[in-house]
Structure formats: structure tokens, C-alpha cells
Nanobody, 124 residues
């Protein structure tokens, strides 16, 4: 089992930046694909970013590409999401998720481990 805890959310003005962190405990996450998802009020949870277990392969949703960066530190069992040039439409609860796999996945259904989420609110 892997337990995930997100932190770093908050209130920020449009154009600002936030860095989300995801701390993993339990089994090592070094061979785990990690993703970030988000869910805005009244909307379904959606894919944001994913990183392979080596960190060598990343991908992003079109809505955040060029603004967000996902990274990981396997030695510390940490995953990060650097969010720049934030927009009001980025407001959502952000979730860290993991799946023990060697390839990357984009669907919620493919992930086995989930954090409790952290709120990000961007004021316009």
C-alpha cells in the first residue's frame, strides 16, 4: 500500500504561482507512475500531469502545458507540481495519484492510490 498526502494549495491571484507537493509513505514509490488530477466544482475529475517512475517521461493536459511542471524525487518519496501563470479556471481540488507501473497512464481508472486533495483557488 502507498499513502499519499498533498500539500501546498491555497489562494493566489491570477498570474501567480504555487507549488504542490505529494508525500508518499508505505511502499516505495520509486517504481510507481505518479499523476496529478483536479476536480472543479460541478465537474468531473480530470487529468493534469503524469510522470514515469524514472522521471524521464512526462505529459500534460493541453490546458496546463507550458505552465505546469511535474517532477519527482524518489529518494525523498516526493512528487511536485509547479504551477505558474495561474488562471481562474485552474481553481480546483488537486489530487496526487499513483499506480505501480512502468508506463504512464492518463485515466482515473488506472490509478490505485489517491491522496485526499488540496484546494487551489485562483482569484481573477
Amino acid at each position: 500500500q502507498v499513502q499519499l498526502v498533498e500539500s501546498g494549495g491555497g489562494l493566489v491571484q491570477a498570474g501567480g504561482s504555487l507549488r504542490l507537493s505529494c508525500a508518499a509513505s508505505g511502499r516505495t514509490v520509486s517504481t510507481t507512475t505518479m499523476g496529478w488530477f483536479r476536480q472543479a466544482p460541478g465537474k468531473e475529475r480530470e487529468f493534469v500531469a503524469v510522470i514515469s517512475w524514472t522521471g524521464g517521461n512526462t505529459n500534460y493536459s493541453d490546458s496546463v502545458k507550458g505552465r505546469f511542471t511535474i517532477s519527482r524525487d524518489n529518494a525523498k518519496n516526493m512528487v511536485y507540481l509547479q504551477m505558474n501563470s495561474l488562471k481562474a479556471e485552474d481553481t480546483a481540488v488537486y489530487y496526487c495519484a499513483g499506480v505501480r507501473a512502468l508506463r504512464i497512464y492518463y485515466s482515473i481508472r488506472d490509478y490505485d492510490y489517491w491522496g485526499q486533495g488540496t484546494q487551489v483557488t485562483v482569484s481573477s
